[in-house]
Nanobody, 122 residues
Framework: QVQLVESGGGLVQNGGSLRLSCVAT????????????VAWYRQAPGKQRELVAS???????DYLASVRGRFAISRDNDKKSLDLQMNSVRSEDTAIYYC????????????WGRGTQVTVGT
């Protein structure tokens, strides 16, 4: 079974930076990973999970309006990984962050990571 392993969460000061990483392990090849759309979601206490940033298999990136210009998503197909660079963080960025991948073609398949906590302190 494919597993997504996140890392990089923690406590960061307001206005600071943090980088989240996610690596796909298990039965997924580099060639397969290339055809996946990848994304980062987050869920704050008492709120619904929301899409933060995504990159399609074709390389098109999109962002939640409130993070555009502050966060940057990237992917490395050779490493089967995706990152989220978070700059100028705010208290409202505090949440559990999840990585997510979904096949863009062929038989539907998607996986979630277990999440990594990001806490923005004053």
């Amino acid at each position: 079974q494919v597993q997504l392993v996140e890392s990089g969460g923690g406590l960061v000061q307001n206005g600071g930076s943090l980088r989240l990483s996610c690596v796909a392990t298990g039965p997924i090849s580099k060639a397969s990973f290339k055809i996946y759309n990848v994304a980062w979601y987050r869920q704050a206490p008492g709120k619904q999970r929301e899409l933060v940033a995504s990159i399609s298999s074709g390389g098109a990136a999109d962002y939640l309006a409130s993070v555009r210009g502050r966060f940057a998503i990237s992917r490395d197909n050779d490493k089967k990984s995706l990152d989220l660079q978070m700059n100028s963080v705010r208290s409202e960025d505090t949440a559990i962050y999840y990585c997510y991948i979904a096949r863009s073609t062929g038989r539907a398949a998607d996986w979630w990571g277990r999440g990594t906590q990001v806490t923005v302190g004053t």
